[in-house]
């Protein structure tokens, strides 16, 4: 899989000629750990569904991940071939990104909340030739929803259902047999290994069209990226990560599949969110890092279970994937007695500016950070001239995380000959370099810490019979940061209700997040003298509709 990356030698000698790219894949730190701390925990995984906690040791999950390895290089994955991940936060997402690593092939996670018309499209433009699902997560069953679609996929060789039964049980297929006694692994894996500037990674992200765009990453962009985040914050080794965004999100597979590996630390991941039981982890793990967006932090700080249980360990909280309010920073502050950190950063690129442990609070609670050693932003005008501080403007990225390319769509890269990426998002710096986010350029939504693909929900609703016009907006929300607000007109003698909305779209497959959360009819639309709808007015109609409702 190589359409769309656009990695070329002059960047690769650059970053090798800074010293930023490390030059190395995760599974050289994984056998880094298991030579120097084998029985260190790697991780700790609590599955709802089987109510099971499952603690691997560095050297349990080596042998785990070579064996997943062997077992799908045995059953025709080549290199360059994509394996398609659709699980919670579960030990198998570790495993199974690292096996793909030994074998060159390309991971792709993806969210347990898609269904058939999501996934049907993530996993026909990728030609993905393995899919890894959940027999059964909160109720939803995973095979029959695969069984729906799968006969118009032809690259998709094998499914592989964890807690399944027969061949096509994840552990009949490759972990129950020991594949490592049929196949000479050390060959296999000299052959195979990915190489540092190889595609590592397949990550969706929402954008502003009506389909999603294939982010790729190599391990240069994702090793090099964490690196200087884990000095800032002085990770070590002796921190305990816990993790309760999703693995397939960004911050989930950058900070707590990667970085615990990298530093040989304990990894303990919570598959459904429940601030009581977070706290309880905290506890009963020691864990001392934390990162989630907004309502995460929320949730936490707020839960009465905080007074029932020790969370002193925790030494560092930090948010991303939407603005802080002040007084959220503050309360969650003293509630959790942890340093709060604030960070900005895309699936293009991960974490790029963070907050630092000692910055005073006009700082910590007023800014989304300044760059990490190795990353560069600015703020710039139409034209792309770099603004004095203080004013809004187009904010812009460059460095080693950023990514190669979307897939099959070179001509989105966005990226200019001198390797500064457009991100969509405006912002201001201020003085010291420090950015805050102000607003996006981009047609989306983020609602906690999610990108909501506006136009692919529109689309939808243009297509019901009673729609004339369409538009959702972002209403603002003091848990989510946004909700999604609906505003529709009808054709004449035509309606619905909220509740027909929901059905609608949910009976074409619309993912349960992407869901408007509130619907607005309205006689018109506002409109330019082109005749495009101005967004901008039914965003201040939604901010007026929220305040209204004490939101």
């Not at 706290?279 to 279970?305: H, K």
Request: glycine letters at 8%; hydrophobic letters at 40%.
């Amino acid at each position: 899989m190589t359409s769309g990356v656009m990695l070329d030698q002059d960047r690769i000698d650059a970053m090798a000629a800074a010293g930023l790219w490390p030059d190395r894949v995760i599974t050289d730190y994984l056998d880094d750990a298991v030579r120097e701390r084998p029985d260190q925990v790697a991780i700790v995984d609590h599955n709802s569904t089987t109510g099971r906690r499952t603690t691997l040791s560095y050297r349990q999950l080596e042998r785990l991940s070579r064996r997943i390895a062997i077992g799908l290089a045995a059953n025709g994955v080549e290199r360059g071939d994509v394996v398609a991940c659709q699980l919670p936060n579960w030990w198998q997402v570790t495993a199974v990104y690292l096996a793909c690593v030994r074998i060159g092939a390309v991971t792709n996670v993806l969210m347990p909340i898609f269904r058939a018309r999501e996934l049907s499209f993530m996993l026909a433009f990728a030609k993905s030739k393995v899919f890894v699902i959940p027999r059964e997560y909160r109720g939803f069953d995973y095979a029959a929803m695969v069984d729906e679609f799968r006969a118009d996929l032809p690259d998709l060789k094998a499914v592989y259902v964890i807690g399944g039964d027969g061949p096509d049980s994840f552990e009949t297929a490759l972990t129950d047999r020991r594949w490592e006694d049929e196949m000479d692994a050390e060959r296999l894996f000299a052959e195979r290994q990915s190489r540092p500037n190889d595609l590592v990674e397949l990550n969706y992200t929402s954008g502003t069209t009506g389909q999603p765009k294939g982010v790729l990453h190599t391990s240069n962009t994702l090793i090099g990226g964490l690196l200087p985040y884990i000095q800032r914050l002085k990770m070590t080794g002796a921190d305990v990560i816990h993790m309760a965004s999703p693995l397939a999100h960004r911050t989930g597979f950058i900070y707590g599949v990667n970085m615990p590996i990298m530093l040989g630390a304990k990894a303990v991941y919570q598959d459904i969110w429940d601030p009581a039981a977070a706290a309880r982890l905290i506890q009963d793990e020691r864990v001392t890092f934390t990162m989630a967006s907004t309502p995460f932090l929320s949730d936490l700080a707020g839960t009465d279970a905080l007074d029932r249980y020790d969370t002193s360990s925790l030494r560092v909280f930090l948010s991303a994937g939407a603005p802080i309010p002040r007084v959220l920073v503050q309360t969650a502050k003293q509630r959790l007695g942890a340093a709060i950190l604030s960070g900005w950063g895309m699936t293009e690129n991960a974490c790029v500016t963070t907050t630092h442990l000692d910055d005073p609070p006009e700082k910590a609670f007023g800014t989304d950070g300044d760059a990490l050693p190795g990353m560069a932003v600015r703020v710039v005008d139409e034209q792309g001239a770099p603004l004095p501080a203080g004013e809004e403007g187009d904010l812009q990225v460059r460095g080693q995380s950023n990514f190669v390319g979307y897939l099959n769509k070179p001509e989105l890269y966005g990226t200019d000959a001198d390797g500064w990426f457009q991100t969509g998002d405006r912002a201001r710096m201020d003085e010291d370099g420090y950015i805050r986010i102000t607003s996006r350029s981009k047609d989306i939504i983020i609602r906690g810490g999610e990108n909501v693909p506006v136009v692919e929900v529109e689309e939808l609703l243009y297509r019901h019979p009673a729609v004339q016009d369409a538009a959702i907006v972002g209403m603002p929300d003091p848990r989510l940061g946004e909700r999604g607000c609906a505003f529709v007109t009808f054709v004449d003698g035509q309606s619905f209700d909220f509740r027909d909305m929901v059905a609608y779209l949910e009976r074409h497959k619309m993912a349960k997040n992407y869901l408007p959360e509130r619907l607005e009819v309205l006689d018109q639309m506002p409109r330019t003298p082109s005749g495009k709808i101005q967004k901008f007015r039914l965003r201040e109609l939604a901010e007026t509709l929220a305040a209204d409702n004490g939101d």
